[in-house]
Each structure stands twice: as structure tokens, then as C-alpha cells.
């Protein structure tokens, strides 16, 4: 399928920031036509769907001010730097934001969140077996916790009342793995 | 939850580009202090899954230059401008990049893409009741189509093996509303 790939020529550095970098590359198209490619580059992400033995699930409840309202996910964080090891990432965001620590960890695959726009790729997990230590939030991170089953989650997905990308994936994998603790 | 809300108190617009606009928000935290936030505004998308009466999908490889490989999506594309009908998008886009109508849409549900980053939302839809006419792609896009089983494609996302996140998504939900088509 090579008839299918851009090649690139050149680039222009758009805006380096905190955690957005923007850049507008030149390519060459598979018909020979040059074009331009305006992009956000991230360093990734992950998320991880806590489970509790009960059948309860972790969420949280988050401003996402480009929403400019309040969305209920997983817990889920950026990488610290390009190439983190995506499972320690998802055990720290885990820890800070819940105060939950895990005994097993699944990967649930990775996600390309937008991939015509930009290069971020989310890993998937799902935590269980777990215990609760202490809270410790960035100094900038606002969010509430409330536990949910995993049923209802499923619902609420299937019904188009959660809108977080990951986070209903991560809920329709784990329905997929745990039949055993949907109502069908 | 007031608690979580922040507030916007000035823009700083970045870039404004063909496809990407990225603003620089100075905001108010709920506990009183400044932040800024970075982030991508969008005019939205708008996906489809296309459904043969036989089980099969219409799917779609497209070279995603941000990840700088080809990707394995269903059909999908921009609204022309905000607010644009999302079905209607939907339909325009399966016509133009495979050729096909279909008699009958659900909607799947929308999704946040990267709801830190992009306030981009994008609309799913299974397409049923398949017909084909004439492809009509953007100058500037190169796709090949190919036919995959519905539950194929669900072992494929279970494994982790296709990435894009609306595609993901679109191929659960569908597998949920179409066990039948599942060889489970």
C-alpha cells in the first residue's frame, strides 16, 4: 500500500508549548502534489479503568475546559516524557488521582485519539485487585471520585452518555472481558 | 460540582490554520489561582460504519501523517462548518470516499476525541441497507476500501490490533447491537 504514504519535505515550527507543540510540515503526496500537514505533537498518554472486586469501578468526574464543562472518565494522565513505560505511567495517575493501587494489571490495547490531527497514542489498561493509600493530586488538577458498577457504565455507554473517547473504550473492553458482571 | 469549574479570563490566539485553530486560554482555577490552558478548537467529524447485509464492514487504509503509517479506519471526515448536521456529514462522507448509501443509520453516540486537548466531538453512525455508486474522494486524499467481517474486526480491536479510537469504538458498539454477527 505504498501508494498511500506522504513523504515529508519540510517543516515549520508553529508553537512549543507546555504540553501542545504545533507544527505544519510540507509533504508530498502519493500522486506527486505537494500539500501541507498542520499537526499537534503530544508525548501520549494513558488511562486505566480500576476495578474493584465488587464489580465497581473508579470514575471521575473533570473539568475539560475546551468542553468548557465537566466530563466523567477513568483515571488517565499524560506520559512524563516520550517513551515512558506506559504501565508505571498508569500506576502513578492511578495512585494520584484515586488513591488506589492495583495487584493486576491488563493491557487493554492503545488508542490513537485523533490521528488525522495529532501523533497522541493512549495506552489501555484494566487494574484489579485494589487497595486504597492516599490521594495526592497535581497542584492544578481538580476532580471527583464516585464508584459506578460496571453495568451501569456499560449502559451509560451504549445509550451515548459518556462522551470521553478512552474511557468508553476502556469501559466496552472490560464489559467484553467481564460478561459475568454486565445485567443482560 | 461548581467545584471543578474554571474560568476563562483571556485568549491568546496561536495559530489559525486550514484545519487546526490553537488559542492560549488564561483561566481561574477553582481554588482561586491563574492557569493557562493550550488547546486545539476543531469544527467537528463526523464517522460511519458501514454494514453489509451479508456482516461484512467497508473499511478504509489511510496513511495518518501525524503517526506516519497507515491506518486502518472506518469512513469518516470533517463537518464543512460548525453545526453542520452530523447525519448529513455522515452521509456525504461515506459517498464520497466508498461509493456507498445506505437505507438506514442508528447514531452510535458521539465521542470527545482528547477532551484535554481539542473540543473536537465526533458523531457515530452505523449505516445499513448498503448500496454502491460512484467514490468521489478530496483532491487530496488517498484511501483503498476493503470488506471485513463484523466479528473479525471485533477479535481485531479486542486484540489491540486497530488503533484509531472512533473506529474502536464504532465496531464495539456495533458488535453489541449485532451479537448475531459475532462468532462467539
Redesign the interface.
Known amino acids: 500500500?505504498s501508494?498511500?504514504?506522504?513523504s515529508f519535505v519540510s517543516r515549520e515550527e508553529?508553537?512549543d508549548?507546555?504540553?501542545?507543540k504545533?507544527v505544519?510540515?510540507t509533504?508530498t503526496?502519493?500522486?506527486g502534489?505537494m500539500?501541507?500537514?498542520?499537526?499537534?505533537?503530544?508525548v501520549g498518554g494513558v488511562c486505566v479503568l480500576p476495578l474493584l472486586d465488587d464489580g465497581r469501578v473508579i470514575m471521575e468526574?473533570?473539568?475539560?475546559?475546551?468542553?468548557g464543562r465537566?466530563?466523567f472518565?477513568i483515571p488517565a494522565g499524560k506520559l512524563n516524557y516520550k517513551g515512558e513505560d506506559p504501565l508505571s505511567a498508569g500506576m502513578r495517575e492511578l495512585r494520584e488521582e484515586t488513591g488506589a493501587v492495583a495487584e493486576r494489571y491488563t493491557?487493554?490495547?492503545?488508542?490513537?485519539?485523533?490521528?488525522?490531527?495529532?501523533?497522541?497514542?493512549?495506552y489501555m489498561y484494566l487494574a484489579e485487585g485494589i487497595t486504597f493509600g492516599e490521594r495526592r493530586l497535581d497542584e492544578?488538577e481538580?476532580?471527583?471520585v464516585e464508584l459506578v458498577p460496571l453495568s451501569e457504565l456499560y449502559e451509560m455507554?451504549?445509550?451515548?452518555e459518556i462522551?470521553?473517547?478512552?474511557t468508553?473504550?476502556a469501559i466496552?473492553?472490560t464489559a467484553?472481558l467481564r460478561r459475568d458482571l454486565l445485567n443482560l
Open positions: 500500500m501508494n498511500l504514504v506522504e508553529i508553537f508549548g507546555r504540553i501542545l504545533v505544519k510540515d509533504v503526496l502519493p500522486n502534489e500539500a501541507t500537514r498542520e499537526m499537534c505533537l503530544h468526574h473533570q473539568y475539560r475546559y475546551p468542553h465537566i466530563f472518565e493491557f487493554l490495547g492503545e488508542l490513537a485519539s485523533t490521528p488525522a490531527l495529532i501523533d497522541e497514542k493512549i492544578d481538580f476532580l471527583d455507554v451504549m445509550r451515548g462522551k470521553d473517547a478512552k468508553q473504550l466496552l473492553k467484553n
